[in-house]
DNA sequence: TGGCCCAATGATAGCGCTGTCATTTGCGGC
DNA sequence: GCCGCAAATGACAGCGCTATCATTGGGCCA
């Protein structure tokens, strides 16, 4: 086109905005992050200079500057699992219209891998944290703690939080599935999850109310997380009157498995999922589970990653919702 | 602890590593990012020191100076929508290991945020971009041309794209169940989805096959795309028999719709879905779906990203799967 | 009319790293 | 015993911005 130094390179540079349209680099940040401070005429003579020369700022060049990224780093398990999906939506959207981005990272329920994408996560100083859990190494703890920025743990209420917390109490889901098995006059429960922590609190709270309720003690059977192990898990689930699935996607399986073996649901055996996705409502026979506003989850995170101020312990509690498989 | 520049502020530097290790600052950096290069005694005496003041190397600065940000940025409709969750997961399972991080941001089939999301991703100067689908504006389009870095549109094949694809013929699989509904002896066909450009071409290609089968001509609903607008529609599709909803939530919901109103499927209706979420497979009746590997349209689109060499237009396809809705 | 204040703009220095050369040291071969 | 070379380490400059002061030039009031 022209002669312009950011015909030299691809991507031209403030420096070269400014040139362009005779003012000084300082003003061209201005006009980027401070228009009202640029008198009208100079702000369009830059941003003119701007648009011929298309220039991208560069965030990386600012962060370093100013020390701020503005960016959060989100942690989750896996994003295969529809039942955080709504978590990062929610932290998402309640993020980016304030022009914070995302760093999005799995540790895919492995501990050491968890460790390493904290570490890197946190290599790319993001202004907040958010994980779904708590760390799972004390290297993982120490970590977050030393970055000094907020950290949101979700999903849960730890005992002994880094800092904020938007969660529900897993093991009082729990609870809440044998106590109403329990009044369903349901005698012979199990319970079927993964090895996490949050799904064994949830087993530890139904185990507990189970035995308060006199009923025999629930088995529980450690699958792997797809709603294909649920499938496979109603053979091994015969005699058994009452499930609770740790989410909802084993309990859609374990439908399916029941549905193999011939087995009544509700009539034979009470399934009670975790989540609440929206197909539950639109199957039949709907499923019951426990509640869990994952958006809300996230919404709420995002929010205690902005202000410092009010309580920083927020527990966005569930409900048991029955419909008809148990 | 001592009186080491680290107690100044909170992060230590490179530098503050580099004092105490008794070692100059870039041989701390070739402890982390080349440690062959460095002596193991020093190394070991380096790498005490970073433990002892837990030192996480700072990326941005690193990024700024090396002109590399290890980063991708990953641009969806919406994460909730499950239908993308395996993608996104696909992406991030071949990116990570590599040391790659993922800015993810979400457009809500917004054309305007999108824009707005695609200079905010292209600010952080990731090392590629991946999009589900193509750019809505011309400005985005620009925008990625410009950015010289590899470019991967997913989840369809565009015409005329601006660098990778990873992706399936839309109007194709539109084409497959039509013809699938016209051989099985259904005439009056419909189509529920969003006005999104994707099930638009699905739309055309199950428009022009029904036509060319001599049914007449189909119905289209132009729905909101949460599963609860496919339960509602199943009121205004009565006479119809053969319905292909633009994707599995909506026949989820539109399947819970059609029990409401007494319809059996797949006797008075046949229902035909896209994405063949895991769930379907589980429910009763079994939904028909036209399979769409997501996890695998993320690999390939991780991969495109990180070597310009071999093919870059890649169609992984699709296929219909028939179980027990139609 | 002089002084003061605010609006508008700029100069300077540096954020925490890494690329690109040096420079130093040890060691084998002739 | 000296030269040359590779291994190990370092000096320097600079990535593209922004924080933090200046500095300039009216406009307005006493």
């Known amino acids: 086109m022209d002669d312009s130094p950011a015909t030299t390179d691809g991507t031209p540079t403030l420096a070269q905005v400014a040139e362009r349209a005779g003012v000084s680099p300082i003003t061209v940040s201005r006009v980027v992050r401070l228009p009202d401070l640029v008198a009208a005429a100079t702000r369009e003579r830059v941003e003119a200079a701007m648009r011929e020369l298309g220039y991208v700022p560069n965030l990386v060049a600012g962060s370093l500057a100013s ?36 760093f999005l990272a799995q540790s895919h329920y492995d501990d050491v891998r968890e460790e390493k994408m904290l570490s890197a996560l946190l290599a790319r100083r993001p202004e907040a944290l958010i994980m779904v859990g708590s760390p799972a190494t004390a290297a993982g703890a120490r970590m977050l703690r030393r970055a000094r920025i907020p950290v949101v743990e979700t999903w849960d209420l730890p005992a002994n939080p880094i800092d904020a917390v938007a969660g529900f109490d897993n093991k009082a889901a729990g609870v809440a599935v044998a106590r109403h098995f329990a009044s369903a006059g349901r005698r012979k429960l199990a319970f079927i999850g993964g090895d996490e922590p949050r799904a064994g609190r949830r087993w530890a709270g139904f185990y507990q109310a189970a035995q308060e309720a006199g009923l025999e003690p629930p088995l529980r059977l450690v699958l792997s997380r797809n709603a294909g192990a649920g499938v496979a898990a109603a053979a091994d689930l015969t005699g058994r009157d009452g499930v609770f699935a740790a989410n909802d996607a ?25 989540g609440d996705l929206e197909i539950g409502r639109l199957i039949f026979p709907a499923l019951s589970t426990v509640r869990i506003d994952g958006e809300a989850i996230g919404q709420t995170a995002g929010r205690l990653t902005l202000s410092r101020e009010g309580p920083r312990q927020i527990d966005l509690g569930f409900s048991l919702v029955i419909r008809e498989t148990g």
Not at 87 to 97: H, V, Y
Not at 250 to 273: H, I, M, S, T
């Open 67 to 102: 020390a701020r990224t503005r960016a959060v780093g989100v942690l989750v398990p896996t994003v295969a699992n529809a039942i955080f999906a709504d978590t990062i939506q929610g932290i998402s959207d309640t993020l980016e219209p304030l022009g914070y981005a995302v």
């Open 250 to 274: 084993l309990a859609f399986g374990l439908l399916a498995g029941l549905r193999l073996n011939g087995r009544g649901v509700p009539k034979d055996v009470g399934v009670v999922g975790l």
